[in-house]
């Protein structure tokens, strides 16, 4: 490629792909994902490695499938000797730069970013204490209290992305003053939002109130054995009406706000007089149910939790306000940067560079994608019962298979919110075998389950040392309680419930 762009990469915390103006919700406010989509190319059906945090951005700067990085679970490490995109861009000449959010585990806090500035809000030591949210502890994660305490406030996640988008601000400043002799740029941007706590600042809040209802979708019956399991195991069999529905008007809220971070960043690049030469990449890790079916948070293979938005934006190189149907993944954008940056290409990566298809629907794509959702027992966000899933996409069918349990099998085209299981209906066995044929090619249950369980024992260890050591973190950006706070819930009469 003749001209190397300048890369913006930006990337969300469990931002659910239909909350945002530009995949068709009519009543969240996203004027900058909205601005970005007119100005480039929006993906409808991009999946995310993993519907948890860790494995799902390890794989997408790897461009692997977790499996084939054995990084799992939230609590697993991605080795530091796997290249990942910021190496090949580094090793092409491009200086990455990460500014907020990476949420990688371990003692390597770089991956092949040559710069960081900001950082998580979390400790990368599986052992060490979470940071203190105040009266928020708990919220940050899958149980009851998630729901109970939301509403009008702030967490301190919130604090922290309103630092990240001015850090990354000032960097583009800086960038525009100094030219830095005409070299392109690289700056990802990792923000927490809208990841739970689902506390949203006052005007946001109070912009959603009674504008948002109960979840749309039922929960199925009858309901997946796994599935019913995974609500018992983090409380919220029946979660109050109230509760719901002040969570999920906190959630959009919280989109709002990530809308108005992700927006200073776009001005600031605009201000520097090199959009032109940038492309700027939006996702999220993975999605968020909030309430659909029953669930919340993410962790299932629903639509709502493994589908994330992913907007690309390249101005004169990619088309303006265009859609995309293909079936493309996170690992996809690895690939995507590395050609448009014509560095060296990973080795045994899976993703496809996206550009083609951008470019031109009419591109040679294969609709098929993978998702893997693993555990052994040991996070306290993923249940107690270890578990080993997979989902390929492949067309307008998706089969799940979970380990020891009956797979679920939808038909995505006739049957868009994944309300009827075809998994035991005969007339769908040819196309049920075809994919289990396909989630099982490469991919052994029994040898996942038997290296995660070896690895568990030790994990004990180096937890209980982290937590009785403390080792040096880095990059991690001090949480004081008092920055996270929630109002009491206000009865329903007061205009909570519509």
């Keep these: 490629m003749s001209a190397r762009p300048n890369i913006l990469y930006i990337m969300s915390d469990q931002h659910a792909r239909g909350v945002a103006g530009c995949y068709g919700d009519a009543v969240v406010r996203t004027p ?62 491009y200086r990455p730069v990460l500014v907020g959010r990476m949420h990688a585990v371990g003692p390597d806090q770089m991956h092949g970013f040559a710069e960081r500035i900001g950082g998580d809000a979390g400790p990368h030591w599986p052992g060490v204490p979470r940071q203190d949210l105040g009266p928020l502890a708990g919220a940050q994660g899958p149980c009851a209290a998630s729901l109970r305490l939301s509403g009008r406030g702030n967490s301190a996640y919130q604090t922290v992305d309103e630092e990240t988008a001015a850090q990354a601000s000032d960097w583009l400043a800086r960038r525009g003053r100094s030219g830095a002799g005409g070299a392109p740029f690289c700056l990802m941007v990792g923000f927490l939002l809208p990841h739970c706590p689902f506390v949203a600042n006052a005007p946001d809040f109070d912009s959603y109130r ?43 809220g919280l989109v709002t706000r990530l809308d108005r971070l992700v927006g200073d960043v776009l001005d600031a690049l605009d201000r520097t007089g090199l959009r032109e030469s940038t492309l700027v990449v939006y996702c999220s890790d993975h999605g968020e149910q ?178 009785a050591t403390r080792p ?11 920055e996270s706070w929630v109002e009491t819930p206000p009865a329903p009469q007061e205009g909570l419930l519509p």
């Design 210 to 252: 009674g504008r948002i209802g109960p979840p749309r979708l039922p929960r199925p019956a009858p309901e997946h054995a796994w599935l019913a399991q995974w609500r018992r195991d983090c409380g919220i069999e029946n979660p109050p009406a109230a509760d719901a529905i002040r969570a999920r008007t906190a959630y959009y």
């Design 290 to 467: 909030i309430g659909e079916r029953g669930h919340w948070w993410k962790n299932t293979f629903y639509e709502q939790s493994v589908g994330v938005p992913l907007i690309l934006s390249w101005p004169g190189r990619l088309p303006q306000g265009a859609r995309r149907p293909q079936v493309v993944n996170l690992t996809d954008v690895a690939a995507t940067l590395i050609d448009a940056a014509a560095a060296p290409e990973l080795p045994a990566a899976h993703g496809r560079s996206l550009l083609p298809v951008a470019r031109d629907p009419g591109a040679a794509w294969r609709n098929r994608t993978f998702s893997e959702y693993v555990t052994d027992g040991t996070g306290g966000w993923t249940g107690p019962a270890p578990t080993c899933q997979r989902m390929v996409r492949d067309g307008d069918f998706k089969l799940v298979y979970i380990d020891g349990h009956d797979p679920m099998l939808f038909d995505l085209s006739a049957d868009p919110d994944e309300m009827t299981d075809l998994a035991g209906n005969p007339r769908h066995a040819k196309t049920r075998a075809r994919l289990e044929a396909l989630v099982l090619d490469g991919w052994d249950p029994a040898a996942i389950r038997a290296a995660v369980a070896r690895r568990a024992d030790g994990r004990r260890i180096l937890h209980a040392w982290a937590g």
């Design 472 to 482: 040096p973190l880095s990059h991690v950006r001090p949480l004081d309680p008092a």
């Design 32 to 93: 900058a994902l909205d601005r970005l989509a007119a100005g480039g190319v929006s993906f409808d059906a991009a999946y995310c490695p993993s519907p948890i945090c860790v494995p799902s951005r390890m794989s997408a700067f790897t461009g692997q499938w977790p499996s084939e990085q054995q990084c799992w679970t939230l609590q697993d490490h991605l080795a530091s000797d796997r290249p990942t995109w910021m190496h090949a861009l580094g090793a092409a000449g």
